[in-house]
């Protein structure tokens, strides 16, 4: 296959699914690699909160982009898209196929498709969107998303204040939504790409996601987060599963609160995650609750 386009296939969908089983199969069925495309699993200090890989699994099939940052290093989607794009080119001269992974739509649709460069914001558009942050409350900024950019909404952790003033930084300085910078060259990759997405009942999904929290807080996650305490500032701890144990280290709720809205924020942003891949139309759904799916995806992919 050595004259052949290389393939990356996509295994994506909602959180608490099974991406990472479904990843290493695959891998170990082509004896290949898997590269995460988890916007929370680059970081290194977050690792229980954002339910990695474990030891097993990453000696099962080799990742990249698991622990790969800090949380203090200025990183987003145009810097991965940059940085994985450069990793692909390395590692399909060694694979045929490479197994991308992960729930972050949008860092998948930079993979797959790419962005234009974004621009700059206007001067003191930032601190204009922050003075409102602080004035009028989160509630009112996902607000302004939601009437501003429909699909980013979609896709975006909506408890992380600095994302959502990014794109509200895109949208008031060209009119346009932070989703549309995307090149007009959509899937003009050097390599085949074949898309795949996990999913099940919908209450199952919810369970799965409930029992997913009980164990991470069995794991340590309120120690972790008590741990990163200092660094609450930075982009990439406003999220799922931190901001919630922050507000309880402040004293606002009591820790059965807190987690009771882990589990309920991780369900909303499940369901964006699904709206945002259902509007993907290259997508192959493949429902997890029948058995062994590795054949399954075998036969979705196809002869290569």
């Known amino acids: 296959m050595a004259d052949q386009p290389k393939t990356l296939i996509v295994v994506a969908g909602p959180t608490a699914v099974g991406k990472t089983a479904a990843a290493i199969q695959l891998a170990r069925h082509y004896n290949t690699?898997?590269?995460?495309?988890?916007?929370?699993?680059?970081f290194r200090e977050m690792s229980i909160g954002t339910a990695k890989p474990d030891t097993d699994e990453l000696a099962a099939a080799k990742h990249y982009f698991i622990n790969s940052h800090s949380i203090a290093d200025d990183f987003n989607v145009g810097d991965y898209e940059k940085q994985a794009l450069q990793l692909l080119n390395?590692?399909?001269?060694?694979h045929d196929l490479v197994i991308l992974a992960g729930g972050s739509g949008?860092?998948?649709?930079?993979?797959c498709e790419g962005f234009?460069?974004?621009p700059v914001a206007a001067e003191g558009l930032r601190e204009k969107l922050n003075a409102e942050l602080e004035q009028h409350g989160i509630t009112y900024l996902q607000e302004k998303l939601k009437n501003a950019d429909p699909d980013y909404y979609?896709?975006?952790?909506?408890?992380?204040?600095?994302?959502?003033?990014?794109?509200?930084?895109?949208?008031?300085?060209?009119?346009?939504?932070?989703?549309?910078?995307?090149?007009?060259?959509?899937?003009?990759?050097?390599?085949?790409?074949?898309?795949?997405?996990?999913?099940?009942?919908?209450?199952?999904?919810?369970?799965?996601?409930?029992?997913?929290v009980?164990?991470?807080?069995?794991?340590?996650?309120?120690?972790?987060?008590?741990?990163?305490?200092?660094?609450r500032h930075l982009n990439a701890l406003n999220t799922v599963g931190y901001s919630e144990l922050f507000d309880y280290f402040d004293g606002k709720t009591d820790i059965a609160t807190a987690i009771s809205l882990i589990k309920q924020n991780t369900r909303r942003f499940a369901k964006r995650q699904l709206t945002w891949f259902r509007r993907d139309a290259h997508i192959k759904w493949i429902e997890t609750t029948r058995g062994d799916i590795l054949p399954i995806m075998l036969e979705q992919i196809g002869t290569l």
């Open 214 to 231: 009980d164990v991470m807080v069995e794991q340590g996650l309120v120690e972790e987060v008590r741990s990163l305490l200092p660094y």
């Open 154 to 212: 979609n896709q975006v952790d909506l408890n992380n204040p600095q994302r959502i003033i990014r794109a509200l930084e895109v949208f008031d300085t060209t009119g346009k939504p932070f989703s549309s910078y995307r090149t007009t060259n959509i899937n003009k990759r050097t390599f085949n790409i074949i898309k795949l997405a996990l999913t099940m009942p919908r209450e199952q999904l919810y369970s799965r996601i409930n029992h997913r």
């Open 33 to 42: 690699v898997v590269v995460s495309a988890d916007s929370r699993q680059f």
């Open 116 to 118: 234009d460069d974004l």
């Open 106 to 111: 949008l860092y998948i649709k930079a993979v």
């Open 90 to 94: 390395e590692l399909f001269r060694e």
